[in-house]
């Protein structure tokens, strides 16, 4: 819920996948759950212009309706349920459906439906959207002698391909999970991979997660300056 240009980052997510036509999500929440819960209980309040008249009944004039295509789960999935825990306590939300799947503290550029297709094409049980994030630190040629010969910035092609979330996949993925104390990158994941199951959809264009003062500003000020790549709305 930490805000990018006075929005959430899930505001920024959702509207991420709305603009795709997907308009339908569950939200796996935990800590502080009822500040999510309040969020989209107020979010008609929130994002329109409203008179409350006192001198006539206390009533209420909408003058401009500011709605969303959504349709929102918020699934309480306990304070400490691992990553694969949480996605098989809303099995239920999700049916048997293939579904996607993502953090709450990333924005990119990805096209989500052409991820989609690329996965459906494929077969696989699951999709991730590889990245290469770029380096936070400059590198150093240093000789034998240790003298430094020159500075360099990192470029993120020299770093390997990790996974910056946006995942798509299918539901039998949840036989795979076996509860709530479940890490979903770890014995799921590596599973799948194992079995031939896994595939990557490699994005060579923005991603930017949200973990530090830094990141925050740094989303910020692209936002501030209609730079935002992830601002496909």
């Not at 929005?7 to 009822?34: D, R, T």
């Not at 709530?180 to 599973?191: C, I, M, S």
Request: proline fraction near 3%; charge should be negative; include cysteine.
């Amino acid at each position: 819920m930490i805000e990018i240009g006075n929005q959430p980052i899930l505001w920024h997510i959702m509207k991420e996948y709305s603009a795709y036509g997907f308009n339908e999500f569950v939200i796996c929440a935990g800590y502080k759950q009822q500040i999510i819960k309040e969020y989209f209980a107020n979010y008609y309040l929130y994002r329109s212009d409203i008179t409350f008249d006192f001198t006539a009944d206390n009533a209420m004039m909408i003058h401009n309706n500011v709605a969303e295509p959504w349709k929102v789960s918020i699934v309480d999935t306990g304070l400490n349920t691992m990553t694969g825990g949480r996605i098989k306590r809303v099995q239920e939300y999700i049916g048997g459906e293939t579904f996607m799947l993502t953090y709450g503290d990333g924005v990119c550029d990805v096209n989500i439906a052409e991820l989609y297709a690329f996965h459906r094409q494929s077969g696989k049980l699951a999709t991730i959207t590889a990245i290469q994030p770029g380096g936070r630190f400059g590198t150093m040629d240093i000789g034998e002698d240790s003298t430094i010969a020159r500075f360099s910035e990192k470029r993120k092609e020299d770093g390997g391909w990790i996974n910056g979330g946006y995942m798509v996949v299918e539901p039998q993925v949840m036989d795979y999970i076996e509860g709530d104390g479940t890490v979903f990158e770890k014995e799921p994941l590596e599973r799948l991979a194992a079995r031939g199951e896994l595939q990557a959809y490699k994005h060579d264009g923005f991603w930017q997660c949200m973990d530090t003062m830094r990141d925050k500003a740094l989303l910020e000020a692209l936002l501030e300056e209609g730079r935002a790549p992830w601002k496909v709305w």
